[in-house]
């Protein structure tokens, strides 16, 4: 017989069992359980955990497979309950990157055509900071749309007023230098470029962070 009554129950026991440090296998065949029936909580978590190799071998192409089955049953009903509009809204965002990158070894090829779609989806319906920062890249790169830097520079302050770092750092190296469409704003783009700066816990991975801030201010007058 199986062991849980049905997928709610599942996800509940995995979440009890994560919580009081139960038997880790035990609690994953919950999740498991709960993510076969339906569960976008669990479809998540276990996507989350192949992404990072957390708890699970690292496997991209079922990290994938998890996230688009957020994706397919949003698409089928277009309804988010409150409480899992995050969770929908990280499942676009984690499709849109695989595809941007795609997966070696797999059939998913990168696509950065249908990347940006996934991420238009969760930065208008969700105003997901991640993916309007990823909007604002392709944008700013010319990558899978034409290059467009005041696109760009509308989508990095959605996420840049969010206290999202990267989309500040990016935009406030867009307004000190200037670009096509974007007035050069020297005071606007330092303002951007030292919350970006205040922002950054990891110096060594967010390198690219302090460089940006370190040149600006040094062609800064005072």
Not at 74 to 94: C, I, K, L, M, N
Not at 142 to 149: F, I
């Amino acid at each position: 017989p199986a062991p849980y009554v049905n997928p709610q129950q599942a996800l509940s026991k995995y979440i009890e069992g994560y919580r009081s440090g139960a038997d880790a296998r035990a609690s994953l065949e919950a999740l498991q359980f709960a993510a076969d029936g339906g569960q976008q909580l669990a479809r998540w978590k276990l996507g989350s955990m192949y992404a990072a190799g957390d708890g699970v071998p690292h496997d991209d192409r079922k990290a994938y497979d998890y996230f688009t089955a957020i994706i397919e049953d949003y698409d089928e009903t277009g309804v988010v309950h409150p409480r899992q509009r995050g969770v929908v809204a990280s499942a676009f965002v984690s499709v849109g990157a695989y595809l941007l990158s795609g997966i070696a070894n797999s059939r998913v090829n990168r696509d950065a055509v249908r990347a940006r779609e996934m991420f238009t989806v969760a930065a208008t319906e969700f105003a997901d900071p991640h993916a309007q920062y990823n909007l604002g890249r392709m944008f700013l790169d010319g990558d899978g749309v034409k290059k467009n830097p005041r696109q760009a520079a509308r989508w990095l302050k959605l996420a840049a007023d969010k206290h999202h770092m990267e989309s500040q750092a990016l935009l406030g190296n867009l307004h000190f230098m200037g670009a096509d469409g974007v007035p050069r704003q020297r005071a606007q783009g330092l303002m951007y470029l030292t919350m970006a700066r205040e922002a950054v816990v990891d110096r060594k991975r967010d390198k690219w962070v302090v460089d940006l801030y370190d040149g600006a201010m040094a062609q800064a007058n005072d």
